[in-house]
């Protein structure tokens, strides 16, 4: 078979030329000679076994070992992709596949290519995205304990619980899907944390997606995972693409507690035996500047994500449909008013005691914390404004 040269990302897809495989199999490579021939031998088994014309795709960054060489003579097309990564080597694989159903796999023995039927039958049958969860059948010494019970669990639920997937394994290497929804997907992660952005890009366009069991073996050769490297990719990715959980939700809680704690002192309550008075006053104010401050940095970054990014947030677009740059204005304004107020209040103070000795500390970190807080909503209104003056939805 052929041998053919990806050099940019994103890849377009293959043109059409009537005579297209039904299935490619996209086997990602890197220093795999241990392994590759037998997944090529194998992949190709699985196409055979369920009767698809198909073509068995090997990506390959450079690998030192002859990888390539011993793909091609397997009977594999071999793409050289020169940006390293596992999300390089499939965004390349995507360019050059030509079947109408994609299946990935590892090219380390750890995923039986003879459950390709299986993934092509749940595509043909209407799903759009396919994903194995290999969770409940882990060989013997396939997985790292550190992956088993901490890095996967907690990325997995970390997703489920910002995206809501419903996916169980969201980094199982065995996947399958339509290639008519690349384009969709959109995809552009480099690394490993290709994996979870598949994930989360699928949910995000409501794609139909399954799931079922299947076996994970040890794997041959050497992983080409850094567990904290690798890991911190992924909890990166998901963070960065939901500023409600990065920015929102952290910013809210900050700025409710703070402002909380402000009424505490203010009204002297008594909480634990006793009332609570400058300092705690001091972690209320911060408490309250820098949650405020969050949440509009939040804001900014779904305005971003919107407007230039044609990003998607039901909760952003609520929003923006309800409010306008006058409600941010009008109440920062009134923050405004009000710190100026009590702060005329204090100087009345000084004025009766003829200017004379001053003890509204209090008062004053409260006037200071509504003047910054209402300036930071004025401003940070206008931003958001000029963040949509080019929007064309
Ligand atoms: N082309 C290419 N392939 C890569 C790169 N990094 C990893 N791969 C391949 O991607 C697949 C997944 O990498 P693995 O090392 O198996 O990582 P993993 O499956 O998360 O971890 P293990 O459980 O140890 O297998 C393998 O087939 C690798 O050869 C890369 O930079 N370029
Ligand atoms: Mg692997």
Redesign the pocket.
Known sequence: MSSTQATNLPSSPAPETGHEPLVSVV??????AENIERCVALARQGLEAGGYRGEVIV???NSEDGSADLARNAGATVVH?RR???G??YLAGFGTARGRYIVMA???L?YDFKEIPRFVRELEEGADFVVGDRMDNIHPG??PWL?RYVGNPVLTSVLNLFYRTGVKDA?C?MRALRRDVLPRLDLRSTG?EFASEMVIRAAKEELEIRQFPIEYHP?AGE???SSFR?GWRHLRFLLVHSPTHLFVIPGAVMAVLGTLIALTVLLQINVLGRAWDLHTMVAGSLLMIVGTQVVALGLCAHAYGTYFMEDRDPWFDKMRARYRLEHGLALGGVLIVAGLAIAAVIVGIWFDRGFGALSEERMALLAATLLIVGIQIFFSSFLLSILGLRRDR
């Open positions: 086997i990602p490579c890197l220093n795999e990506v390959d960054n992709e390293r990564g596992y390089s080597a590892d090219a380390d750890t396939a997985m992956h980094h290497g490993m794997r992983s080409k995972l690798d």
